[in-house]
């Protein structure tokens, strides 16, 4: 099969797999905040962060920060580091790197897959209040020591209650 036509197949799953977690969350009770954006398929390029906006109402609330990643199986590394810059509604910025461990010392993948794309779900902190009432500005950019990653197909932020 062409690598046009398995690429072509890969999104068309990909979105499938998306549009059913979608359906699944929709009665997500301890979900507060949580998007995905698609990444080029020739590559995310270091120059090129995600942006995702959150309005808090309820600083009071402990909460939890996942990364989402999608990869493909034909993905080179077993990691991907992520620098996540965090700008408060005050204008104070916090910046952070989280290394996302993707498969086992063997290069089993750790994420739950459905045909050769995996979904994983890593922890970035756990049960912390924002300061603050107001809108949070979050961007991710990969940190890998490559101008561009291949075969990351999808990354988003997930903001839940903390239990």
Not at 16 to 25: G, K
Request: net charge neutral; proline share 5%; glycine share 6%.
């Amino acid at each position: 099969m062409s690598r046009i036509k398995t690429n072509w197949i890969t999104r068309i799953t990909a979105t499938l797999l998306q549009l059913l977690a979608l359906l699944f969350s929709s009665c997500d009770r301890n979900r507060i905040f949580e998007q995905n954006q698609s990444i080029p398929e020739s590559g995310w390029a270091q120059t090129n962060p995600l942006k995702f906006d959150v309005d808090i109402k309820d600083p009071s609330t402990s909460a939890n920060f996942y990364v989402n990643v999608r990869n493909a199986d034909g993905y080179p590394y077993g990691n991907i580091f992520l620098f996540i810059k965090t700008v408060f509604p005050n204008g104070k910025l916090s910046n952070d790197t989280l290394e996302c461990v993707l498969s086992d010392e063997k290069g089993k993948w750790l994420g739950k897959g459905m045909g050769d794309i995996y979904d994983n779900q890593i922890p970035f902190k756990r049960n912390v209040r924002f300061p603050m009432a107001g809108s949070y500005h979050f961007e991710i950019a990969q940190g890998m020591r490559i101008e561009s990653v291949p075969l990351i197909m999808d990354v988003g932020l997930r903001i839940e209650k903390a239990e």
